[in-house]
């Protein structure tokens, strides 16, 4: 079946730096890929979606600026947590679907935690 | 998309059949029903979809009531690893819009 990976699993770092998440799909083209974050006891909230080529469109309350993505090929996208600061600590998943209609496929999570 | 409604939480013997209901009495005609689970420090994992006609699959069976205004997941034999939580959610199946993500059900599994 369609597999994203995601890298890496788990993160820890100092207030102040910034940290890179790759998100791969591995045996299709996504043509779309979402970014995801959840904190401890609560649900998935969608940060941004993204599209080969084009810039991300993020939701209500996310910062563009701080949360940097990348969607530079079909096969892969990033997120950049610019300055991360405690409060940026959370779960971050990244998702992709092959086109539009088809099931969205999952990355298994990157926990960031800074300290 | 519309929304749904779902148990916070439900409890099943392992071994016997679960039943998770959904309710989504806005929906349109052209949402389909996706189910979504995640387990424990995990991202989600597609289960199942359908607009219509009931659907199975090797992991579960989606029970769609003919109004469409609930369904129904169906795990035939819970498992430990079947302890989980389920999301059901409706997308529409013209665009391209993410998944959204309700507060799901949250089913433990009793050895």
């Known amino acids: 079946g369609a597999v994203v990976s995601q890298h890496p699993s788990r993160v820890i770092c100092k207030s102040g730096t910034s940290v890179k998440i790759e998100c791969r799909s591995l045996d299709f083209q996504a043509t779309t890929m979402f970014w995801y974050r959840q904190f401890p006891k609560q649900s998935l909230m969608l940060m941004a979606t993204?599209?080969?080529?084009?810039?991300?469109?993020?939701e209500q309350g996310v910062e563009k600026d701080k949360f940097l993505i990348n969607h530079a090929s079909l096969t892969l996208s990033t997120l950049t947590v610019t300055s991360a600061h405690p409060e940026d600590s959370s779960f971050y998943i990244c998702?992709?679907?092959?086109?539009?209609?088809?099931?969205?496929?999952f990355g298994d999570g990157t926990r960031l935690s800074i300290l | 998309d519309a929304k749904t409604t779902q148990p916070n939480s439900m409890e099943s013997n392992e071994e016997e059949p679960v039943h998770l209901p959904c309710n989504h009495s806005t929906i349109s005609g052209t949402d389909y029903i996706h189910w979504y689970r995640q387990l424990p420090s995990q991202g989600p994992e597609y289960v199942i979809h359908?607009?219509?006609s009931n659907v199975n699959n090797r992991m579960a069976s989606l029970a769609i009531a003919e109004d469409r205004k609930s369904s129904t997941l169906i795990l035939h034999r819970a498992t430990l690893r079947d302890a989980a939580v389920y999301y059901c959610i409706l997308r529409s199946f013209s665009g391209n819009t993410p998944l959204v993500f309700g507060k799901g059900t949250r089913l433990s599994v009793i050895a």
């Open positions: 993204s599209n080969e080529g084009s810039k991300a469109t993020y």
């Open positions: 359908g607009l219509t």
């Open positions: 998702s992709a679907r092959e086109r539009g209609g088809q099931p969205q496929h």
